[in-house]
């Protein structure tokens, strides 16, 4: 379990790094305009969300902007290549400039899937307090009966616990192209593991 974790922590923290360079501005533009449309049509409230983003950009993740700012003004030198002709010193001049408007989008992408989970905390909290709840009730029926917790359901359970909550922070971290309607459905995956985790939690 320790050794997926680290695994996992690992692509929490090198994936936001890298995408950057992998993914286009254009490209995660594309990915933000979605999620802004799939937030408005689900939750409506515009005005607010459109505040709350703003808001939480400026307070936040402003000084990200920057940094990216001052990398591409101090490494950007495309415009030394921009009528030499020599097309591939062109296109690794551009790097610096790409690096950095990208990183400005990713920020903006975590400002707004910040917002959004905001605004759904409530209803996302509800279905884990369940599975809590019915997994604890679950444990005492078995202590009760003949029936006992069964260790490698708990192992299972475990392990998803660990992927979904993982998949779910590199959603918010990285704008990776899943659905914002998902979410909910993480939520409840999210529960019915932490219940079924709880009920066969082995007995030591």
């Given at each position: 379990?320790?050794?997926?974790?680290?695994?996992?922590?690992?692509?929490?923290?090198?994936t936001p790094l890298a995408l950057p360079g992998l993914l286009g501005p254009k490209t995660i533009s594309t990915y933000i305009r979605a999620d802004y449309n799939a937030a408005i049509?689900?939750?409506?409230?515009?005005?607010?969300?459109?505040?709350?983003?703003?808001?939480?950009?400026?307070?936040?993740?402003?000084?990200?902007?920057?940094?990216?700012?001052?990398?591409?003004?101090?490494?950007?030198?495309?415009?030394?290549?921009?009528?030499?002709?020599?097309?591939?010193?062109?296109?690794?001049?551009?790097?610096?400039?790409?690096?950095?408007s990208s990183v400005k989008l990713q920020a903006y992408s975590l400002a707004l899937r910040t917002?959004?989970?905001?605004?759904?905390?409530?209803?996302?909290?509800?279905?884990?307090?369940?599975?809590?709840?019915?997994?604890?009730?679950?444990?005492?029926?078995?202590?009760?009966?003949?029936?006992?917790?069964?260790?490698?359901?708990?192992?299972?359970?475990?392990?998803?616990?660990?992927?979904?909550?993982?998949?779910?922070?590199?959603?918010?971290?990285?704008?990776?192209?899943?659905?914002?309607?998902?979410?909910?459905?993480?939520?409840?995956?999210?529960?019915?593991?932490?219940?079924?985790?709880?009920?066969?939690?082995?007995?030591?």
């Open positions: 379990m320790g050794k997926h974790f680290l695994i996992w922590l690992m692509v929490m923290f090198f049509s689900i939750l409506g409230k515009k005005e607010k969300i459109n505040k709350e983003l703003m808001a939480l950009y400026k307070k936040n993740l402003t000084s990200v902007a920057a940094f990216a700012n001052n990398f591409r003004d101090r490494h950007d030198d495309s415009d030394k290549f921009r009528n030499s002709g020599d097309h591939i010193g062109e296109a690794i001049a551009d790097i610096p400039g790409g690096w950095a917002v959004i989970l905001l605004n759904w905390g409530l209803w996302l909290m509800i279905p884990m307090v369940m599975g809590f709840v019915a997994g604890i009730f679950e444990r005492r029926l078995k202590s009760e009966t003949f029936s006992s917790p069964v260790p490698p359901i708990y192992n299972t359970s475990a392990h998803m616990l660990l992927a979904l909550s993982c998949m779910l922070v590199l959603w918010l971290i990285c704008p990776i192209p899943i659905p914002v309607s998902i979410i909910p459905t993480i939520a409840v995956l999210i529960s019915l593991f932490i219940s079924l985790a709880i009920a066969h939690y082995p007995n030591y």
